[in-house]
């Protein structure tokens, strides 16, 4: 954990079933996006096929936390792992809008993966 002047920032890295989310809460700034960048390098070293970064705790954004994760998604272009962001505030969407960077992201909802769906098996009686 980082502390910054009005909020604690925190970064985690969970894995399993070659996915890797990592887990963001605090202000990303110019104090804290390197360390991002290192957490989200460490899940990309990982056997995984995707990597999803959870933005939904992040209370701050400026053009440093960009930087990071741009450079954090080149990496995983060539490593061949999908990246995508998860659960981005509303402020920060405004950062990437006013930016031109949507259109280079991919974005989900959750950051937890979507799973198949099985087709309902017999009711036992």
């Known amino acids: 954990m980082i502390e910054t002047r009005s909020n ?3 970064c985690r890295v969970l894995a399993a079933s070659q996915r ?3 887990t963001v809460s605090g202000d990303i700034d110019i104090g804290t996006a390197p360390y991002l960048e ?4 460490e899940a990309l070293a990982l ?4 990597v999803r970064i959870d933005l939904g705790d ?4 400026d053009s440093s936390g ?4 741009l450079r954090a998604q080149s990496a995983a272009n060539e490593r061949g792992i999908a990246f995508a962001l998860a659960a981005v505030p509303r402020d920060a969407m405004r950062v990437l809008e006013l930016t031109g960077m949507t259109e280079r992201f991919r974005f989900r909802e959750s950051a937890l993966p979507r799973l198949p769906v099985e087709p ?6």
């Open 8 to 10: 604690p920032f925190t």
């Open 20 to 22: 890797a989310i990592v």
């Open 38 to 41: 290192r957490k989200i390098n």
């Open 47 to 50: 056997p995984i096929s995707g």
């Open 58 to 61: 992040v209370t701050f954004f």
């Open 66 to 69: 960009l930087h990071a994760l």
């Open 120 to 125: 309902p098996g017999p009711v036992a009686s």
